[in-house]
């Protein structure tokens, strides 16, 4: 079983930062990649940030210029930046990954977080 903690989201100020921490843990043989989802209310889930093993990095067109994903492979752990946030990042964000439980396993979503809530208002 893999678990995904995240930490650090909160409460901000429309232009403010945020920084959002994601380690995995458990049953993990490796681990492809690591990814940032949010969802608003009555909304679907979506992309946010996704960081490769070989740290190549896909950002969704909204967040572009403004969040940063970074990660270290050997803790597990991935973060995202956030700054000059806007109303519309108001979500909550979701931790995920992407790889392998066991030697033979096939590659997958292998685990997501609880949730972290992002609220930016004045």
């Known amino acids: 079983q893999v678990q995904l903690v995240e930490s650090g989201g909160g409460l901000v100020q429309p232009g403010g930062s945020l920084r959002l921490s994601c380690a995995a843990s458990?049953?993990?043989?490796?681990?492809?990649?690591m990814g940032w989802y949010r969802q608003a209310p009555g909304k679907e889930r979506e992309l946010v940030a996704l960081?490769?093993?070989?740290?190549?990095?896909n950002y969704a067109d909204s967040v572009k210029g403004r969040f940063t994903i970074s990660r270290d492979n050997d803790k597990n752990t991935v973060w995202l930046q956030m700054n000059s946030l806007k109303a519309e990042d108001t979500a909550v964000y979701f931790c995920?990954?992407?790889?392998?439980?066991?030697?033979?396993?096939?590659?997958?979503?292998?685990?997501w977080g609880q949730g972290t809530q992002v609220t930016v208002s004045s």
């Open positions: 458990g049953s993990i043989f490796s681990i492809n990649a």
């Open positions: 995920n990954a992407v790889g392998r439980r066991y030697y033979n396993d096939y590659v997958q979503h292998i685990g």
């Open positions: 960081i490769n093993s070989d740290g190549s990095r």
